[in-house]
């Protein structure tokens, strides 16, 4: 049912106050293809919706608890299709991952406090230890000379001894695409244990995954020291419906984040949210199956498409996520040009910088959409860049 010609088909989505369409189209005009926010173009899985018409057709939405069924839910899950246990109880829920990596900043840090990220990353990341009052330390990741980026631990211990408190590690990695492997994480948890950082990772892409990598979580490895931030928002296109958790393994962590999260006033969650959440994690097997299979065509798509287009660009190897990194800088546009450009070719992508100073030069795609639009973003990024 979940077929290549069931996501061919996508979705009409203008007019429903979508932010990757209508925004796009209100700033570059109907004709622009959107090709930006991590949002796919695809119908989300059947039973969520019909779970959300279910508990719709009750006419009364009020207060409403957690029920036991939920967090069994998501911990089977990830039992099944990623091998990693956790009890329904180290769970917390949360609005967004966003509220996440913010919460764990001022649970376990106070203000002034170092946090390190690794840039190029997810611009919330560095927003988030601005917006908290704590200083920004960096340990970039590091691009081999086909575009694949490594782990710097050098830097992370640098960082570490220059007075880190937490560390946010984006697992799977947006925009690199990388899935962090075993030796890589055990690596890093060791330099991180010996200067007792604890570490906060976002794994919102770990069901994006393609043979031959394959996701570890960080809670299977180090579960007294990190905090694991998952959703079905990137997975099951759910991200309106604002529910996300953590999981915390150890009970004086899980305290202190139950309670930074409630100072902030987040205290219940939303009834659709927690109905489509269920209704994704225990019937959306299927579903994620076709959309797997559909998403590695599209990651060769786009690979074959942009070779022949652009054949200076460097397409970072995809090995997760539905986002690609691509190095336009062999073309000599600064962003401003490259935007302006792109914007004139009609087709908007998320600006390098959004990620770090090192993004200038680069656009991320976002390949999570019907194949054929890959075709026509590339045709018209090379107009954009070589007329
Ligand atoms: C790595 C990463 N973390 C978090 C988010 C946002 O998640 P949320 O909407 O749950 O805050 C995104 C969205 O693109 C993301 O790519």
């Known amino acids: 049912m979940f077929s290549s010609e069931y996501f061919d ?10 932010e990757k369409w209508d925004v796009c189209r209100a700033e570059h005009g109907a004709e622009t293809l959107p090709m930006w926010v991590a949002d796919m173009d695809f119908p989300s899985p059947p039973a969520v919706q019909e779970a959300i018409l279910r508990r719709a057709a009750h006419p009364t939405w009020g207060y409403t608890e957690v029920e036991a069924a939920l967090p069994e839910a998501v911990s089977a899950f990830w039992a099944r299709r990623h091998g990693t246990d956790f009890a329904a109880g180290e769970l917390t829920l949360l609005p967004c991952v966003v509220t996440g990596l913010k919460t764990a ?7 002034g406090e170092g946090v390190l990220i690794q840039s190029p990353v997810y611009g919330p990341f560095r927003m ?17 000379a086909r575009g694949r980026y490594h782990m710097d631990l050098q830097a992370v211990e640098a960082a570490c001894r220059a007075g880190a408190k937490l560390m946010m590690l984006c697992s799977p990695h947006n925009p690199v695409s990388r899935l962090w492997s075993r030796e890589e ?20 892409h770990a069901d994006f995954e393609y043979e031959p990598h394959s996701f570890v979580s960080v809670r299977s490895l180090a579960p007294e020291r990190t905090v694991t931030l998952l959703a079905p928002s990137k997975t099951f296109n759910l991200a309106g419906l604002q529910t996300a958790f953590a999981v915390i393994a150890d009970e ?27 209704a994704a994690f225990e019937q959306g097997d299927a579903w994620l199956d076709g959309l797997l299979a559909y998403l590695r065509g599209n990651r060769e798509t786009l690979a074959r498409e942009l070779a022949a287009a652009l054949p200076e660009a460097v397409l970072t190897p995809m090995e997760a996520t539905y986002l690609g990194w691509m190095d336009l800088r062999a073309y000599g546009f600064h962003e401003e040009e490259l935007l302006a450009r792109c914007g004139r070719a009609g087709v908007m992508f998320t600006e390098g910088t959004f990620f770090g100073a090192q993004g200038d030069g680069f656009l ?15 045709a018209r990024l090379r107009r954009a860049i070589v007329g």
Not at 9 to 18: F, P, Q
Not at 185 to 196: P, Y
Not at 256 to 273: E, P
């Open 252 to 278: 004086w962590m899980r305290a202190r984040f139950a309670d930074a999260l409630a100072s902030g006033g987040v205290v219940s969650g939303n009834i659709f949210g927690l109905e489509a959440a269920r």
């Open 185 to 204: 994480l055990t690596a890093l948890l060791e330099v991180l244990g010996r200067w007792g950082v604890p570490l906060v990772s976002d794994e919102i």
């Open 9 to 18: 088909t996508g979705l009409y989505r203008v007019g429903t106050a979508c």
């Open 105 to 111: 900043i001022r649970a376990y840090t106070r203000p």
């Open 364 to 378: 991320r795609i976002n390949i999570g959409c019907p194949r054929r639009n890959i075709a026509e973003a590339v």
């Open 128 to 144: 988030a230890v601005e917006a908290t009052g704590r200083k920004l330390l960096d340990a970039p990741l590091v691009p081999d």
